[in-house]
Nanobody
Framework: QVHLVESGGGLVQAGESLRLSCAAS????????MSWYRQAPGKQRELVAA???????NYADSVKGRFTISRDNAKSTVYLQMNSLKPEDTAVYYC?????????WGQGTQVTVSS
């Protein structure tokens, strides 16, 4: 069983930065892709960024050039560096992975960006 624990959310002003972390524990062998999703009030959960074990990345158009996903395989941790934050980035951010066909979500961390 895999457990994901996010940290690093908070309240910031527009234009500021935050760094989210997601630590994986448990049966992590074989995990390839790790992702960040977000869900704003009244909206569907959406993919923000993803990274493979080899370092290949993918971003939502809305965050390209502002967010950077990275991972430390030795620490089983994935990061999301968020720069130039906008009020529309306000959401609960969730870490996500799939291991042997089982989808795993973290508990989420709130990011609030004030204008």
């Amino acid at each position: 069983q895999v457990h994901l624990v996010e940290s690093g959310g908070g309240l910031v002003q527009a234009g500021e930065s935050l760094r989210l972390s997601c630590a994986a524990s448990g049966s992590i062998f074989g995990i390839n892709v790790m992702s960040w999703y977000r869900q704003a009030p009244g909206k569907q959960r959406e993919l923000v960024a993803a990274i493979t074990s080899g370092g290949t990345t993918n971003y939502a158009d809305s965050v390209k050039g502002r967010f950077t996903i990275s991972r430390d395989n030795a620490k089983s941790t994935v990061y999301l560096q968020m720069n130039s934050l906008k009020p529309e980035d306000t959401a609960v951010y969730y870490c996500h992975t799939v291991r042997i066909g089982t989808i795993v979500w973290g508990q989420g961390t709130q990011v609030t960006v004030s204008s």
